[in-house]
T-cell receptor
Framework: EPEVTQTPSHQVTQMGQEVILRCVPI?????FYWYRQILGQKVEFLVS????????KSEIFDDQFSVERPDGSNFTLKIRSTKLEDSAMYFC?????????????FGPGTRLTVL | QKEVEQDPGPLSVPEGAIVSLNCTYS??????FMWYRQYSRKGPELLMY????GNKEDGRFTAQVDKSSKYISLFIRDSQPSDSATYLC???????????FGSGTQLTVLP
């Protein structure tokens, strides 16, 4: 069964450093998403991406964050100048592009720890 | 008032019990209602989705929506140890793809 994959599973970085989280969405999916879950808190939407541009973004997704589809298979989230409060589990998801209710399939997540 | 309220549990039941999980929401823009299941160290996985008031059944799972009360429920019949997970309610407005999640209820089904 196709699945969303994410690398690395755990990333440790120093405050102020840049990190890139990588995702490989399901191959025939056209919508891509990033969500995050701070320990003990809700899963929160960050951004959706379609046709090589941001479709929707939340208030959390400020200038510190960027997303990119660098090739035909990868989808990345870049966090510039990481802060302690960026420590969280980051989930990538993908869906078909038919209707707004197309199922979003989530990857296993990347745990980001900022020291 | 929080947009979505969900009892975090934890909830522990014996195998075979009927489980009831609940969420309330305040945003009238929510039109689509989902239940996700999240196992430890995994991403959320869609269990059920509905958009209208009433019940929707899928095997041992029943989702119930009451739009007038802004209340949704998930019932699990004949619960199994493999149902042990965190259950997240989630909502979509009609016009956007950004899911809004509840905080999740941690369920343990004891053999």
């Amino acid at each position: 069964e196709p699945e969303v994959t994410q690398t690395p599973s755990h990333q440790v970085t120093q405050m102020g450093q840049e990190v890139i989280l990588r995702c490989v969405p399901i191959s025939n999916h056209l919508y891509f998403y990033w969500y995050r879950q701070i320990l003990g808190q809700k899963v929160e939407f960050l951004v959706s991406f379609y046709n090589n541009e941001i479709s929707e973004k939340s208030e959390i997704f400020d200038d510190q964050f960027s997303v990119e589809r660098p090739d035909g298979s990868n989808f990345t989230l870049k966090i510039r100048s990481t802060k302690l409060e960026d420590s969280a589990m980051y989930f990538c998801a993908s869906s078909l592009a038919g209707v707004v209710t197309d199922t979003q399939y989530f990857g296993p997540g990347t745990r980001l720890t900022v020291l | 008032q929080k947009e979505v309220e969900q009892d975090p549990g934890p909830l522990s039941v014996p195998e075979g019990a009927i489980v009831s999980l609940n969420c309330t929401y305040s945003n009238s823009a929510f039109q689509y209602f989902m239940w996700y299941r999240q196992y430890s160290r995994k991403g959320p996985e869609l269990l059920m989705y509905t958009y209208s008031s009433g019940n929707k059944e899928d095997g041992r799972f029943t989702a119930q929506v009451d739009k007038s009360s802004k209340y949704i429920s998930l019932f699990i019949r004949d619960s199994q140890p493999s149902d042990s997970a965190t259950y997240l309610c989630a909502y979509l407005p009609g016009s956007a793809r950004q899911l809004t999640f509840g905080s999740g209820t941690q369920l343990t089904v004891l053999p």
